[in-house]
Nanobody
Framework: QVQFVESGGGLVQPGGSLRLSCASSGSIARYYIMAWFRQAPGKQRELVAYINNGGTTNYPDSVRGRFTISRDNAKKTVYLQMNSLKPEDTAVYYC????????????WGQGTQVTVSS
């Protein structure tokens, strides 16, 4: 079963940027949709962005225009470029295939913590 390992999180000031990476233990080309999710303390996990194998992307209004998802099937990696970060973006970020946070494709990894604070 494929596993995903997220990295790139950290502490950043409001307005700053981070680039998250999601490395897969196996090929991601087989997964039509790859996505990033996040879970803030006391809140449900939510979809942040998804991308299909054709490169089509989709974002919720809360991050559209600030976040950009990309994938490199050859490197078995999915990325999330986050710009203009806000305190409300603080959460643990996860990746998985599919776009339903209630039905992950595989068990969730450990995620990477993103904290936006001055």
């Amino acid at each position: 079963q494929v596993q995903f390992v997220e990295s790139g999180g950290g502490l950043v000031q409001p307005g700053g940027s981070l680039r998250l990476s999601c490395a897969s233990s196996g090929s991601i080309a087989r997964y039509y949709i790859m996505a990033w999710f996040r879970q803030a303390p006391g809140k449900q996990r939510e979809l942040v962005a998804y991308i299909n194998n054709g490169g089509t992307t989709n974002y919720p209004d809360s991050v559209r225009g600030r976040f950009t998802i990309s994938r490199d099937n050859a490197k078995k990696t999915v990325y999330l470029q986050m710009n203009s970060l806000k305190p409300e973006d603080t959460a643990v970020y996860y990746c998985n295939f599919g776009y339903n946070p209630s039905q992950p494709g595989v068990p969730w990894g450990q995620g990477t913590q993103v904290t936006v604070s001055s």
